[in-house]
């Protein structure tokens, strides 16, 4: 078995029972999502302090690593939460420690989201210079004192009472985990292109990036050296691919964004009236629905792309994750009519995407400025099931689109973990290459090159 999960943070007492993370002292809200950011003002301060261990995130300390939410809680709600708390749990190592018992934390979270840094480890002066010195406790048993790579065997495999809970055998093999985003990474990116006729074909998996695409997105690069990109998190030795520096980039809404402008707009609320009265809306996915719309609006007459020519969105509604790495930033449309039509939302749809794929386009350039040789785009999660997304990324970068074979390529990053646990492969880069397959590849329109220039 292997797990994947989001990077937010689990708070335990010493007896492993839950400690609230909110006012209302509920033991049931035990867990700080991964983007809440109500740790905007701590995560500037740790920034202030220009401590050394910023260099691994980019510079700058984002309100989405766990750090900056230790310090919110210990500063917010020290009686409640953290004079209590005995363990505080990545996501996704909170669910191999409650299939094995062992309190093993997987390098994927440390490195990316704690500022743990092997050969070294954890930093003291760090933990200290932002006034949370009992972190130090016992070999800072509170956030992990051992750790191992992705994909290495837990404890005895899966405990009696796990085992029981999930209908399986006792001891069966469970890998050390990773963030959901970085399964998505082992999911997709060691895929045999042979035959498909790609830049990354014969070159190393360093030309390759993968993206990661649902309520937020992760921009997953890999070298062989240490690479720092100013305003992206990393490098971190073998967060993802054990032996490989991982930087990633990432926007803090996107799934998230496109819903929100769709179902913030009146045109939305007429069609779902419309789709209670039954007319052919009923039944059909709204973004299905609006990438046809887009295509009768085009008509032959047009390309999609530029009926968005006339209207501009900066994306950044929940701050900006990558390259700029600034939380406090809004999001902005340039181009508002005062009509609210079917065409109107339908633009305002395109034109979200197009701001997206601009941001993806700043990301890479900030990658390739710090020596990545990125030449195509691996993308899976939800929002690379929308046509749309994937052919306005590959027009809008310059770059083609490689869409997996599998269903849930995060899930098949999961089962690579277990897989690796189980010994069924030798090492995580074999597994990758024997169980990522290329479904679809997406070639971009280069005559739109000039088009997206001007936008960017």
Request: proline content about 5%; hydrophobic content about 40%; glycine content about 10%.
């Amino acid at each position: 078995i292997g797990f994947d999960a989001t990077c937010s943070l689990v708070v335990l007492d010493q007896g492993f029972q839950p400690v609230p993370v909110c006012q209302d002292g509920d033991r049931q809200r035990n867990v700080v999502m991964w983007m809440d950011h109500r740790a905007e003002e701590q995560a500037a301060r740790i920034t202030n302090t220009g401590h050394r261990v910023l260099s691994r995130v980019g510079g700058v300390m984002s309100p989405e690593m766990q750090p900056p939410k230790l310090l919110w809680l210990k500063e917010n709600l020290r009686e409640s939460c953290w004079n209590k708390a005995g363990h505080f749990f990545d996501l996704p190592d909170f669910l191999s420690w409650k299939a094995t018992g062992s309190l093993t934390r997987s390098l994927c979270t440390l490195l990316c989201k704690w500022t743990y840094c092997p050969p070294e480890g954890w930093d003291a002066g760090f933990w200290t210079s932002i006034g949370m010195e009992d972190i130090l406790e016992n070999n800072f048993s509170k956030i992990g004192s051992t750790t191992c790579s992705p994909g290495i065997p837990l404890g005895d495999g899966l405990t009696q009472e796990a085992a029981a809970d999930l209908g399986l055998e006792p001891g069966t093999a469970v890998g050390a985990s990773v963030i959901d985003a970085h399964a998505g990474g082992l999911g997709v990116m060691g895929a045999d292109v042979k035959g498909f006729h790609l830049p990354c074909e014969d070159q190393p998996i360093t030309s390759r990036m993968a993206m990661i695409c649902g309520t937020s997105t992760c921009h997953m690069a890999i070298s062989e050296q240490p690479l720092f990109v100013p305003g992206v998190w990393g490098p971190c030795l073998s967060a993802m691919v054990p032996g490989m520096w991982l930087n990633e980039g990432g926007q803090s809404a996107t799934g998230r964004l496109i819903e929100h402008m769709v179902k913030g707009h009146a045109a939305y609320t007429q069609l779902q009236e419309e789709a209670r009265q039954r007319v052919p809306f009923t039944g059909v996915n709204i973004y299905s629905y609006l990438n046809s719309h887009l295509s009768s609006m085009a008509n032959s007459r047009t390309t999609v792309d530029l009926l968005a020519s006339s209207l501009h969105v900066w994306p950044d509604f929940h701050g900006n994750r990558s390259p700029l790495a600034d939380p406090t930033l809004k999001g902005m449309v340039i181009g508002l009519p005062l009509s609210q039509t079917l065409d109107d939302l339908a633009l305002l749809y395109l034109a979200t995407i197009q701001a997206l794929a601009l941001g993806t386009l700043h990301i890479l350039e900030a990658m390739k400025d710090a020596g990545h040789d990125i030449r195509t785009l691996f993308l899976c999660g939800g929002l690379s099931k929308n046509a749309l997304f994937v052919q306005i990324h590959a027009n809008a970068t310059g770059l083609p689109v490689v869409l997996p074979d599998q269903t849930e390529a995060v899930l098949l990053g999961a089962a690579i973990l277990g897989a690796c646990a189980s010994q069924d492969y030798s090492t995580i880069q074999e597994a990758m290459k024997g169980m990522a397959k290329v479904g679809k590849v997406v070639q971009p329109d280069y005559e739109l090159q000039s088009f997206y220039e001007r936008k960017y």
